[in-house]
């Protein structure tokens, strides 16, 4: 049975390479074929430093709420291994934030992510806006008839979630627009 991992995380700013931290990853593993959620994983993370004013106001996580919690070091091997277990990962926004951020944090610590297919729900569904560009996940969900609770979003659990009905509901009502090794 195929499986795939949808997967956010919240951060303390936009550049890992400038010493940025996650402090929150949220993953659900589905099977591929009937999208029933077979588990999920989410984890808030203590990032040893501040977290940006303008980041903060996105996710409204405060540094007070991440004390006591494990280090990126405790939490890392984890993840390695959720993401060795599946056939592919998805994430929006994945190509150009998500995955470079958690390959870079990865990298920091030691550890390698399993080489696995990904899918990036912000670049593979412009189908969701009208004029083409690559939709906000909030203009993706709209696009399929689903609400986007502001009060909810930006926590990485509820952001996967939508995702991941967003992708399935995709997937049933546009035949052949989502198209992987996965699917033969």
């Not at 540094?63 to 998805?90: C, H, N, Q, S, Y």
């Not at 992510?113 to 806006?129: F, R, S």
């Amino acid at each position: 049975m195929p499986t795939v991992l949808g997967f956010d995380l919240e951060t303390t700013g936009l550049s890992a390479e400038k010493g940025h931290r996650i402090i929150e990853f949220g993953c659900i593993v589905h099977d591929f074929h009937t999208g029933k959620a077979l588990g999920k994983f989410e984890q808030r993370i203590d990032p040893k430093r501040s977290i940006d004013a303008k980041a903060q106001e996105v996710h409204g996580i405060s540094l007070d709420e991440l004390k006591g919690m494990p280090t990126w070091e405790e939490v890392a091997p984890k993840i390695a291994k959720l993401f060795g277990r599946v056939d592919m990962v998805i994430a929006h926004n994945g190509i150009g934030f998500d995955l470079p951020f958690l390959l870079t944090e990865m990298d920091r610590v030691g550890i390698d992510l399993p080489d696995v297919e990904i899918y990036d729900t912000m670049i593979g569904c412009n189908w969701a806006t009208p004029d083409g560009k690559p939709p906000s996940l909030k203009e993706l969900a709209q696009s399929l008839g689903f609400t986007y609770d502001l009060s909810k979003a930006h926590a990485a659990i509820y952001d996967v979630a939508l995702m991941m009905q967003c992708f399935f509901t995709a997937r049933n009502k546009y035949p052949g627009f989502i198209v992987t090794p996965l699917d033969k």
